[in-house]
T-cell receptor, first 115, second 113 residues
C-alpha cells in the first residue's frame, strides 16, 4: 500500500483565496483524521471521521474551515477565505478498527502558506 | 476524555547516552498508548504502541517504553543515543472504544557529538 496520500505537498496562496487540501487514506481504514501543526500550538486535531461520518469537529477553528469525506477513499479540508494565521502544516491520518490495528498512519502533510 | 502531558519540550543528550522522554496520560478507561517520531519535513511515524499484555514494549530503532498504570506513565527510553535519533517525539493516547487519538505537545531531541 502506498500509505496515506496528501496533495498538494506545498500550497502558497493569497489571503482571501479558497484552499482545498486532499487526502486519500489507506485502503480498508475506516477512520480519518485531520491535524494542524504549528510551532505555537503543536499538533491539533481538527476533525475526525468514522465510516465517512464526521464524529467530532470541535477542533475546527472557525466556520471558514470545512471538511468532507464523500467516500471511503477521499477526504478534503477546505479553508474559505484563507488568512495568514492559517499557515501551518496540515496532516491527514487514517486508522483501522480492530484488536491489533490500533495505530494511525500519517501522510507527509501539506505545508500551507497564506500571504 | 483522554489527555497527554509530555514533560520537557526539549531534551539534549550526548551520543551514546541514555535517552529518556517522559509521558503521563489521563484516561477514564484503560488506554491505548503510542509514541510517534517526526523527522524534519516529514509526517509522523509510529515508534511503538501499548494496547494490552506485556507492559514493556519494544519498538523500532532500539526504543522501548513501559506502561505503568499506577503512575499513569508511558516513558520512552533508548539506552544509547545515535545522531540519527535527533527528531521530535510525540506521545499519544486513545480510548480503545473511540477513534480519537490525542497527542502531547512533543519533545524535541538533539544529540551532541
Amino acid at each position: 500500500d502506498a500509505g496515506v496520500i496528501q496533495s498538494p505537498r506545498h500550497e502558497v496562496t493569497e489571503m482571501g483565496q479558497e484552499v482545498t487540501l486532499r487526502c486519500k487514506p489507506i485502503s480498508g481504514h475506516n477512520s480519518l483524521f485531520w491535524y494542524r501543526q504549528t510551532m505555537m500550538r503543536g499538533l491539533e486535531l481538527l476533525i475526525y471521521f468514522n465510516n465517512n461520518v464526521p464524529i467530532d469537529d470541535s477542533g475546527m477553528p472557525e466556520d471558514r474551515f470545512s471538511a468532507k469525506m464523500p467516500n471511503a477513499s477521499f477526504s478534503t479540508l477546505k479553508i474559505q477565505p484563507s488568512e495568514p494565521r492559517d499557515s501551518a502544516v496540515y496532516f491527514c491520518a487514517s486508522r483501522a478498527k480492530g484488536p491489533y490495528d490500533t495505530e494511525a498512519f500519517f501522510g507527509q502533510g501539506t505545508r500551507l502558506t497564506v500571504v | 476524555a483522554q489527555s497527554v502531558t509530555q514533560l520537557g519540550s526539549h531534551v539534549s543528550v550526548s551520543e551514546g547516552a541514555l535517552v529518556l522522554l517522559r509521558c503521563n496520560y489521563s484516561s477514564s478507561v484503560p488506554p491505548y498508548l503510542f509514541w510517534y517520531v517526526q523527522y524534519p519535513n516529514q509526517g509522523l511515524q509510529l515508534l511503538l504502541k501499548y494496547t494490552t499484555g506485556a507492559t514493556l514494549v519494544k519498538g523500532i530503532n532500539g526504543f522501548e517504553a513501559e506502561f505503568k498504570k499506577s503512575e499513569t506513565s508511558f516513558h520512552l527510553t533508548k539506552p544509547s543515543a545515535h545522531m540519527s535519533d535527533a527528531a521530535e517525539y510525540f506521545c499519544a493516547v486513545s480510548d480503545p472504544e473511540d477513534y480519537k487519538l490525542s497527542f502531547g505537545a512533543g519533545t524535541t531531541v538533539t544529540v551532541r557529538a
